[in-house]
T-cell receptor, first 115, second 113 residues
Framework: ETGVTQSPTHLIKTRGQQVTLRCSSQ?????VSWYQQALGQGPQFIFQ???????GRGNFPPRFSGLQFPNYSSELNVNALELDDSALYLC??????????????FGPGTRLTVL | QQQVKQSPQSLIVQKGGISIINCAYE??????FPWYQQFPGKGPALLIA?????SEKKEGRFTISFNKSAKQFSLHIMDSQPGDSATYFC????????????FGQGTELSVKP
C-alpha cells in the first residue's frame, strides 16, 4: 500500500503567476482534502473533493481551484499568485467524506514560495 | 476565524517528564477531536483521537483528556522521549464532515536528553 505523495517538493513562483500542485491519494481512497499551512501555523482547510466533485470549501478565494481525476489523484491550482500564498500545501486522502472519524492521511506537502 | 485555540506555542520538557498541550474550541458542532504529530519536512500524522462522549482515551504513553462542558481537551505525553520532539496539532472535525479539519496553531515540543 503506497502512501500519499505530492509533487513537486518545492516550487518558486513570482507574484501574478499561476501554479499547479499534484497529489496522489493512498490506494483505495476516494476523498482528497487540501490544506494550506503558513509558517508556524496550523493547516487551514482549502477544499475537499469526493468522487471527482467538490465537497466543501474553506475561506479561500475562487483563484484557488481544484480537480480530482477518476483515479482519485488530485490537483490544486492557484491563479494570480500573491506573496501571502507562500506556504506548505498539504493534501490528505481518506476512505470517505461523510464520517468525521475517517482518518486523514497527509502527504509531505509542497513548499511554495512566491517572490 | 479561529475556532480551535492551542497552547502553549512551544514546550521544553526533560526526558522522562510529562508534556501537556491544551486546546479549547468555540461553540461549534464538532464531533471528533484528533491530535496530529508533524516532524520537519513531513506531513501531519494522526497520533490519537477522541469522540466527545468519552472523557479520556489512552494509547500507550499518549492520553487525551476531554472536558465537554468547558469545551477543552488536552494531550498528555507520559515519559517524554527525545524522539517525541515534533510539532503537535489539535484539531476538530465538524459533525459528519469528514476531512474538513479545523486545526489549532500548533505546539513545538522539544524533549531534552
Amino acid at each position: 500500500e503506497t502512501g500519499v505523495t505530492q509533487s513537486p517538493t518545492h516550487l518558486i513562483k513570482t507574484r501574478g503567476q499561476q501554479v499547479t500542485l499534484r497529489c496522489s491519494s493512498q490506494s483505495g481512497h476516494n476523498t482528497v482534502s487540501w490544506y494550506q499551512q503558513a509558517l508556524g501555523q496550523g493547516p487551514q482547510f482549502i477544499f475537499q473533493y469526493y468522487r471527482e466533485e467538490e465537497n466543501g470549501r474553506g475561506n479561500f478565494p475562487p483563484r484557488f481551484s481544484g480537480l480530482q481525476f477518476p483515479n482519485y489523484s488530485s490537483e490544486l491550482n492557484v491563479n494570480a499568485l500573491e506573496l501571502d500564498d507562500s506556504a506548505l500545501y498539504l493534501c490528505a486522502s481518506s476512505l470517505g467524506a461523510h464520517s468525521s472519524t475517517d482518518t486523514q492521511y497527509f502527504g509531505p506537502g509542497t513548499r511554495l514560495t512566491v517572490l | 476565524q479561529q475556532q480551535v485555540k492551542q497552547s502553549p506555542q512551544s514546550l521544553i520538557v526533560q526526558k522522562g517528564g510529562i508534556s501537556i498541550i491544551n486546546c479549547a474550541y468555540e461553540n461549534t458542532a464538532f464531533d471528533y477531536f484528533p491530535w496530529y504529530q508533524q516532524f520537519p519536512g513531513k506531513g501531519p500524522a494522526l497520533l490519537i483521537a477522541i469522540r466527545p462522549d468519552v472523557s479520556e482515551k489512552k494509547e500507550g504513553r499518549f492520553t487525551i483528556s476531554f472536558n465537554k462542558s468547558a469545551k477543552q481537551f488536552s494531550l498528555h505525553i507520559m515519559d517524554s522521549q527525545p524522539g517525541d520532539s515534533a510539532t503537535y496539532f489539535c484539531a476538530a472535525s465538524p459533525y459528519n464532515q469528514g476531512g474538513k479539519l479545523i486545526f489549532g496553531q500548533g505546539t513545538e515540543l522539544s524533549v531534552k536528553p
